[in-house]
């Protein structure tokens, strides 16, 4: 792919285009290999993806704060676990955006992953809820919400996550012999926008400015590797795996909530892949979610000022987990597949 036949295919046809690059450029940043960043959850520790992937800070600092919070504690589904969650995963993408390629600077990963830092954001989450009732405040101050959805947040046609392109799928792989992989084979990663050469399509870098805003950002510096987010992640308790797992798919916020539903709330794979998703809080205070939630828990999160948009109650741009287990029991390795996609889990026996 960039120093054969395929590479000198894509050279021609960008150099047709007016693209002044050469073969060198194919390896100016090479491949590398990384060692994972693992972190403890309660009895278990997961190991996901390092910088410049920002993955595995995010599971980490996410599940830390909700620790701190007593996310176990909360009800799946409820007003709490909403609101913890969405605060959390909010504060989780500012700090992650303080985050890039070691090569380019030191950054403070440790201090991100802080147990001491977790606990001081838990209370401020926790003093955000309100003392008086700010029902009708979100009713008077709400806006129109996202595009095909009217305000306080039930849908009215397609949703705008619609329009998002697909181009990724998620893999999970177990043997009998105790090998885990788990892997996103994708289109979002660069060449030309729209061109197909020798059977491969493209569709363009996804590569962005974004500074400290967003979860993909790059440095125009020769070897610099962009931040990025790809969910692989595995959970081991007792030094033995005991599940695999990522998404495509708003990857970034879907992969701890995941996480949440095994680790926290115990549910098996499937359940846990089945269960509500939601976004981070947005700015404006409003949480998008799957159209799942109890009219008493949509009640009580406006009671806290907080603007419940629905989209669909299966919404395939909040993930599609693909999982291989370990059966905490009788120890068997399965595989489960999302119902958002149209993913399937097959074994050989």
């Not at 950054?107 to 003392?131: E, Q, S, T, V």
């Not at 828990?297 to 603007?307: F, H």
Request: charged share 20%; with cysteine.
């Amino acid at each position: 792919m960039i120093t054969g036949g395929w590479a000198d295919a894509f050279v021609a046809k960008a150099n047709e285009m007016g693209w002044k690059i050469t073969k060198e450029h194919m390896t100016e940043t090479p491949p590398r290999w990384l060692d994972p960043l693992t972190f403890r959850h309660h009895e278990f520790e997961v190991t996901s993806l390092g910088p410049p992937q920002q993955q595995g800070v995010f599971c980490g600092f996410v599940l830390g704060v909700l620790r701190h919070l007593g996310i176990r504690d909360t009800q799946p589904g409820s007003a709490e676990h909403v609101f913890f969650l969405s605060h959390a995963m909010r504060q989780g993408l500012y700090y992650c955006g303080m985050i890039g390629d070691p090569d380019a600077a030191d950054y403070g990963i440790d201090a991100i992953l802080d147990d001491g830092f977790h606990a001081a954001l838990a209370r401020i989450i926790r003093g955000l809820i309100p003392k008086v009732d700010l029902t009708q405040h979100v009713a008077l101050t709400a806006g129109p919400g996202m595009p095909g959805m009217s305000a306080p947040g039930k849908p009215t046609g397609a949703s705008a996550a619609a329009k998002q392109p697909t181009g990724s799928c998620e893999l999970s792989v177990v043997d009998q012999e105790g090998n885990w992989v788990q892997m996103m084979n994708t289109l979002q990663s660069g060449g030309i926008p729209g061109m197909v050469i020798e059977g491969i399509p493209m569709v363009g870098s996804h590569a962005t400015f974004a500074g400290m805003s967003g979860f993909m950002d790059a440095k125009v510096v020769k070897g610099i590797r962009p931040r990025c987010v790809i969910g692989n992640t595995m959970v081991f308790q007792d030094g033995k795996p005991v599940v695999s797992l990522g998404s495509p798919g708003n990857v970034h916020c879907t992969v701890p909530q995941v996480l949440t539903y095994l680790l926290d709330y115990r549910h098996d794979p499937y359940r846990a892949a089945d269960a509500l998703r939601i976004l981070p809080m947005a700015e404006d205070g409003s949480v998008v979610v799957e159209d799942r939630l109890s009219p008493e828990a949509i009640a009580k999160l406006r009671s806290w000022g907080v603007n419940v948009r629905a989209v669909g109650a299966y919404d395939w741009h909040m993930g599609s987990f693909q999982m291989c287990f370990r059966d905490p029991v009788s120890g068997v390795l399965g595989a489960t597949a999302d119902p958002r996609r149209c993913g399937v889990a097959e074994g050989i026996r």
